[in-house]
T-cell receptor
């Protein structure tokens, strides 16, 4: 299957700082990328959907000014957690799809964010 | 987005036994997928079943789909210790009024006792 690379895998940051997470599709062009958040022992919750070159669509309850998403190219999407707080500590996972090729979504390895 | 329900939430069985997990969902779907997640790691795609399919096999995995009941089951036969993980179902409802992203169930935590 196609490969989606997410970086970093783990990050610890101080409260009030911003953290950027990258998601790259390595061998296909991702027309759509998704960002999910997963709290311990819980399921994945969709945060936002981004299409290349357009603004992201955020799910209800997700603050767009806090979770900045940029999908500037067909192979790269970034999620920036701005002014992070301890309650933002979570596992963030990106997913990418190319609708022209497959209905399957390919997932990154996830990023464990800890805000101290 | 709405989430499906999975049962059981936790399942502990002996190695070699079969494990069955169920998933229910609420919206119309294009397909339903099952994923495995080892603790603290990313997702591994296991199998996809389309809305017009009723059963699908892949190795030791067997998935069924009943769209009239909006439910699916995942059967893992001859379980192994390495099967210990959390298993999630995810529905794809693109174009049907649902989100373009997958909607995940709450997951079943499977423990295989050696």
């Amino acid at each position: 299957g196609a490969v989606v690379s997410q970086h970093p895998s783990r990050v610890i940051c101080k409260s009030g700082t911003s953290v950027k997470i990258e998601c790259r599709s390595l061998d296909f062009q991702a027309t759509t990328m998704f960002w999910y958040r997963q709290f311990p022992k819980q399921s994945l919750m969709l945060m936002a959907t981004s299409n290349e070159g357009s603004k992201a669509t955020y799910e209800q309850g997700v603050e767009k000014d806090k979770f900045l998403i940029n999908h500037a190219s067909l192979t790269l999407s970034t999620l920036t957690v701005t002014s992070a707080h301890p309650e933002d500590s979570s596992f963030y996972i990106c997913s990418a799809r190319d609708w022209q090729i497959s209905t399957e979504a390919f997932f990154g390895q996830g990023t464990r964010l800890t805000v101290v | 987005s709405q989430q499906g329900e999975e049962d059981p939430q936790a399942l502990s069985i002996q190695e070699g036994e079969n494990a069955t997990m169920n998933c229910s969902y609420k919206t119309s779907i294009n397909n339903l997928q099952w994923y495995r997640q080892n603790s603290g790691r990313g997702l591994v795609h296991l199998i996809l079943i389309r809305s017009n399919e009723r059963e699908k096999h892949s190795g030791r995995l067997r998935v069924t789909l009943d769209t009239s009941k909006k439910s699916s089951s995942l059967l893992i036969t001859a379980s192994r210790a390495a099967d210990t993980a959390s298993y999630f179902c995810a529905t794809d409802s693109r174009g049907g009024g649902g989100a373009d992203g997958l909607t995940f169930g709450k997951g079943t935590h499977l423990i295989i006792q050696p």
